[in-house]
């Protein structure tokens, strides 16, 4: 032991003794072993970003929405044969459609409609916007929310369409700021509430809300039954409304408020009476079959009109994975072929550090060192170039994906096992490169050696 505990010493000295060298040949190992991490933990990043999407948006869901360009297929048929029909009543997004839906298709495990109107809602002198969400109990266990107090409507509360909600955190927070907000009232619009709950406060991005979900944040929820009884229901707007255009008057909670025609639907008019249904299959595998037959429904029922789209989240997701996946490998490799290249670099240098210092060898040699003791000195200088190099470049990767996420926002996490596999890798390639300049070494003919100036 004190045999290689003294070569190793050599090993150390004769790094240290060129210092610039040993520093220029480590870069290589440093900048390969950070790229190596830092681009892992941009992988790990995206992927923990997509899982918490995918939670945002459901597991197994189909969101259907409202189209503002609906597309008639008679309408082209008509004009060819040069008809001028009378424009015909087209329904949109209703509470039919969905029970529908849950009714017939065997695939489908909960289905959830809502309605979102935008209202002030205030409380005690202080009002801030927000939106009013109709929804049914399957709502909150398709997105897995929970309460963080009280409790979700009942049965009950639901068919009745009692005046009841569940606040967003945000909203219990700014009209409940110095007490607690359960059984209180609160003004929605015009009409008042009753709080039996808070949710849990979740965070959603704009990839989460480009795929129809809600900031629950700011939201107020309340039975479905409660909008259509006790607010608007769209659905009660007659035909002739719809073709002409025009304003609807509407009683809500005793005041009389116009609503002005959206662009929407038919007409120009909003006909649809739900915003918004999400579908919950009970397999993954079924998300696409389920769709199309929801779609193939929904135009039968809807007079011949694709006036919604369909999207289903988890899909689109995974397959947003599956390219930043392979963006991660393609950077991975090209982060790998670094770490490549430092390891040829260790080995020039070795070698031109074996021809430097040839006599030296040979008086290692004539004093005693065998064959083995050279390729070990040798051996020792290359990997601790590496190890040392290593060390530096999972500092500097930490501290690179530290950075990525203060300056561009993207989400970077480091793992151990990044850590270890770069570190890994780094002291390979210092045995695996460092081997063939000690074996070069260890076959220098002594007397030679010596005789070398």
């Known amino acids: 032991m004190e045999r290689y505990l003294q070569i190793l010493s050599v090993s150390l000295e004769a790094v240290f003794l060129n210092k610039s060298r040993s520093i220029l040949t480590a870069l290589g190992i440093i900048f390969g072993v950070a790229a190596v991490i830092a681009m892992m933990a941009i992988g790990n990043g995206a992927r923990q970003e997509i899982l918490e999407q995918i939670k945002m948006v459901g597991v197994n869901n189909i ?3 409202p189209a503002n360009n609906a597309i008639n297929k008679n309408d082209s048929k008509n ?7 009378q424009k015909k009543f087209v329904p949109g997004l209703t509470l039919k459609d969905a029970e529908n839906i849950q009714k017939v298709i065997p695939t489908v495990r909960r289905v959830s409609p809502e309605i979102v109107y935008h209202i002030q809602a205030s409380q005690n002198g202080k009002r801030m916007p927000a939106e009013l969400t109709g929804v049914r109990p399957a709502f909150f266990k398709i997105f897995n929310l929970s309460v963080k107090n009280g409790i979700f409507f009942t049965q009950q509360q639901a068919m009745k369409g009692e005046p009841v909600c569940i606040l967003g955190p945000e909203i219990a927070a700014k009209l409940f700021p110095d007490e607690d907000p359960l059984g209180k009232q609160l003004k929605a619009g015009n009409i008042w509430l009753q709080v039996i709950g808070i949710i849990q406060g979740l965070q959603v991005n704009k990839k989460a809300e480009d795929m129809g979900v809600s900031d629950y944040n700011r939201s107020i929820f309340t039975p479905l039954k409660t909008i259509l009884l006790r607010y608007k229901d769209r659905s009660l707007i007659n035909q002739a409304s719809l073709v002409g255009g025009g304003e609807q008057i509407v009683v809500m909670g005793g005041s009389v408020t116009v609503f002005s025609n959206d662009q929407q639907g038919s007409g120009g008019q909003n006909n ?5 249904i999400v579908v919950q299959v009970k397999e993954s595998s079924q998300l696409v079959p389920t769709a199309r037959i929801i779609k193939r429904m929904l135009i039968r029922r809807h007079q011949n009109t694709e006036n919604f789209a369909i999207k289903i989240p988890e899909l689109l997701l995974k397959q947003e994975q599956k390219t930043k996946d392979i963006f991660n490998i393609v950077l991975g490799a090209i982060a790998g072929i670094s770490l ?8 020039n240098i070795m070698l031109a550090s ?3 210092r040839i006599r030296e060898i040979g008086v290692r040699r004539t004093t005693g060192a065998t064959q083995k003791d050279i390729i070990f000195q040798f051996l020792a200088e290359s990997t601790f170039i590496s190890i040392s190099g290593g060390i530096i470049g999972v500092l500097l990767g930490v501290i690179m994906a ?3 996420t203060l ?3 993207i989400l970077t996490i480091v793992s151990f096992w990044s850590i270890l596999l770069s570190f890994g890798v780094a002291a390979t390639v210092g045995i695996v490169f460092g081997y063939l300049p000690a074996k070069k070494a260890a076959s220098q ?9």
Request: glycine share 12%; no cysteine.
């Open 79 to 85: 004009k060819e044969e040069g008809k001028s029909q």
């Open 354 to 356: 074996v021809m430097e």
């Open 407 to 409: 300056t561009t926002g």
């Open 340 to 347: 490549l290249v430092g390891g040829i670099g260790i080995m």
């Open 445 to 453: 003919d002594p007397v030679e050696s010596l005789r070398h100036d």
């Open 63 to 65: 969101v259907i929405l």
């Open 402 to 404: 530290k950075v990525i």
């Open 272 to 276: 649809n009476q739900l915003d918004k």
